[in-house]
């Protein structure tokens, strides 16, 4: 099986009609598809952050020849059409279960490597001259209930104490003066230093340093067929093919599972969808008393997730469908709009701009992939980001171009260098063709949490 979802989320010649695609500026990047013959050390499969960062790392620390081909424009992907949020997350296991599982010194490390990724994009924003209006400094979640807050307050109890992370608390009547009022709103938690960013714009800045770094980058150059001779991997695409002696494998909720059995079954693809209005005046947010540039979640199982942009556009995201789907992608758009007019009665009746959907990647174990194939060790892989990734896809690009680099953590298979939680390869899912099945019955199950607040 080629694709998990609806065919429509895979056209690779077709942008989605995105804020982002309609403000991403000029590039200067060289646009040709891969054509010819050619080899390098280092091919890399996907340009959005974890292809780009380790493309970038690799040629610009470690002087190594590498070349990136992806199927769609660059960014094509999440990378390229996500909420911006530059935020922490990457698993969706409890802190609980983390703890349980992998206690607390490794928790703690995972939890710090997060917060290490979000001031890795900082710096390279700066490092590299990347223009991505970054905004705010922290990300809120907004407690829905007030039973929801009181789980708040312990949590960031344990998140200061024990991970060490730098959280604070609002009270209802605080976050209505700094941030929005809301029947939905009962308190908010701020972590820092998470930000706000235009994906689209970072990703392009990526490319463009890892081109300035000697990395060749080739869109519209999907990798139909790989193969093995002797010890060379042969990348095929329409108009060409590659050799290299390592491949990375990206592709995140996009992954081209057919193109490596190590990867088949693997991931969980799951749809998220953004909508965006016009530009609000600021006296227009004054009147509706909307105060926050921060990047903001809500305490739900289905989350939304929500920022004003550097123009005064209100974006607010959340998941759709198993099946992908235009007609349940219309479905989706008309569901968040009416989500913001009961949780903002003052944005009622606002006129929207844009609208558009992609996929992100779960895994079974409910925790992000770093390593190498064990069927194959010259193959690395990084994936399962949880809906997260504008940091941790960075950092995991990074972290693969140093231990590929030699730098670190020697020959195993696993990154033994980076926190227990992210190491290893996700276990298949058993009767993987049924997996958007699975996903159904997951989406239900959270709507009945929210519902009955369990
Ligand atoms: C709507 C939406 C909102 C999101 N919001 C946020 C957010 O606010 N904050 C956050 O941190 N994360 C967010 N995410 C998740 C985040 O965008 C991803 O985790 C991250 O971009 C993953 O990066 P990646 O490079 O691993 O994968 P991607 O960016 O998805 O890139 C994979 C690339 O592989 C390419 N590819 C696939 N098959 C082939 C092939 N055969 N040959 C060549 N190339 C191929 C694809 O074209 C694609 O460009 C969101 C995702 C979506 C969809």
């Known amino acids: 099986m080629k694709h998990l979802f609806h065919p429509s989320l895979y056209d690779f010649n077709q942008a989605q009609p995105s804020y982002w695609e309609d403000t991403a500026g000029e590039t200067t990047l060289n646009n040709d598809k891969l054509g010819g013959s050619q080899s390098c050390d280092v091919a890399i499969i996907g340009a959005g952050y974890t292809g780009l960062s380790a493309a970038l790392h690799l040629a610009r620390d470690f002087d190594i020849d590498v070349c990136v081909l ?41 939890h710090q490597s997060q917060a290490e990724a979000v001031n890795l994009v900082r710096a390279l924003g700066e490092d590299e001259n990347i223009d991505f209006l970054a905004q705010g400094d922290c990300e809120f979640i907004v407690a829905d209930n007030d039973a929801h807050f009181a789980e708040m307050q312990k949590q960031a109890e344990i998140e200061s104490t024990l991970l060490g992370l730098d959280i604070t608390l609002h009270s209802r009547d605080a976050f209505r003066e700094i941030g929005y009022d809301s029947p939905h709103q009962h308190g908010a938690l701020a972590h820092r230093p998470s930000f706000g960013l235009h994906p689209l714009r970072y990703a392009l800045g ?9 990395a060749r980058i080739h869109p ?24 290299a002696k390592q ?33 609000m005046s600021a006296d227009e947010l004054g009147q509706k008393r909307w105060f926050t540039e921060n990047p903001t979640i809500n305490s739900k199982h289905m989350f939304f ?32 709009k009416q989500s913001i007019a009961r949780m903002w009665p003052q944005f009622a009746g606002i006129d929207y701009t844009h609208q558009w959907r992609g996929l992100v990647c779960f895994a079974l174990n409910l925790r992000p992939s770093i390593g190498r194939m064990p069927e194959d060790p010259s193959v690395y892989f990084g994936y399962g980001y949880h809906g997260n990734g504008v940091n941790s896809a960075t950092w995991s690009g990074r972290e693969l171009a140093k231990w590929l680099a030699g730098s670190e953590s020697g020959g195993g298979l696993v990154p033994r260098h980076l926190p227990a ?22 989406l239900c199950i959270y709507k009945l949490r929210d519902r009955f607040d369990w």
């Open 421 to 442: 939680l992210v190491r290893g390869r996700p276990p298949r899912f058993p009767l993987a063709r049924l997996r958007r099945q699975y996903l159904r019955l997951g």
């Open 220 to 243: 519209y150059s999907e990798v139909l067929s790989w193969r093995k001779q002797g010890e060379t991997h042969v990348l095929e695409t329409a108009g060409g093919s590659l050799r």
């Open 70 to 110: 992806e199927a769609g424009h660059i960014g094509w992907g999440a990378s390229g059409r996500n909420g911006g949020f530059c935020t922490m997350g990457m698993t969706k296991l409890s802190l609980k279960a983390q703890l349980k599982k992998f206690g607390v010194e490794q928790t703690r490390a995972f």
């Open 305 to 336: 997730y929500y920022r004003l942009l550097s123009d005064g556009r209100f974006l607010l995201g959340g998941r759709a469908n198993h099946i992908g789907d235009p007609a349940g992608a219309e479905a989706t758009y008309a569901e968040l």
């Open 247 to 279: 491949v990375i494998l990206t592709g995140n909720g996009f992954m081209p599972e057919h193109l490596h059995r190590g990867v088949e079954g693997r991931p969980l693809p799951l749809q998220s969808a953004i909508v965006v209005t016009r530009p």
């Open 206 to 214: 990526l490319a463009a340093a890892a081109e300035r770094r000697g």
